[in-house]
């Protein structure tokens, strides 16, 4: 059964930074479509970042500049540093990956639900003014 957790979240002023992390028990992020979505009140789900498999890296427009997606292979474990945070990235962030092997993460997705990817129970990051 494949598992993913997120940690990292919490509570930050405006231009202040966290890390997320992804850990994963039966699946290996290397070679995968995995990332990170979001969810703020009020919002669709949005793709924060992702890895393609073929290890091409994506940003949502809002987002370019200020958040960095890595992983450390050897501990098969995905981040995002979030930078120069703003009140507009207040949201529930959720690590995903593909289920079946796709190529890259859909962007039109349901946020946790869509049977298309793997889903952690996401973690809260809210950004005060």
């Known amino acids: 059964k494949v598992q993913l957790d997120e940690s990292g979240g919490g509570s930050v002023q405006a231009g202040g930074s966290l890390r997320l992390s992804c850990t994963s028990s039966?699946?290996?992020?290397?070679?995968?479509?995995v990332g990170w979505y979001r969810q703020g009140p009020g919002n669709e789900c949005e793709l924060v970042s992702s890895?393609?498999?073929?290890?091409?890296?994506t940003y949502g427009d809002s987002v370019l500049g200020r958040f960095t997606i890595s992983q450390n292979y050897a501990e098969n474990t995905m981040y995002l540093q979030m930078n120069s945070l703003k009140p507009e990235d207040t949201a529930m962030y959720y690590c995903?990956?593909?289920?079946?092997?796709?190529?890259?993460?859909?962007?039109?997705?349901?946020?946790?639900?869509?049977?298309?990817?793997?889903w952690g129970q996401g973690t809260q990051v809210t950004v005060s003014s």
């Open positions: 995903a990956a593909s289920v079946r092997g796709g190529r890259w993460l859909t962007s039109k997705v349901e946020c946790g639900l869509n049977e298309d990817n793997y």
């Open positions: 890895f393609h498999r073929d290890g091409d890296i």
């Open positions: 039966g699946f290996t992020f290397a070679g995968s479509a």
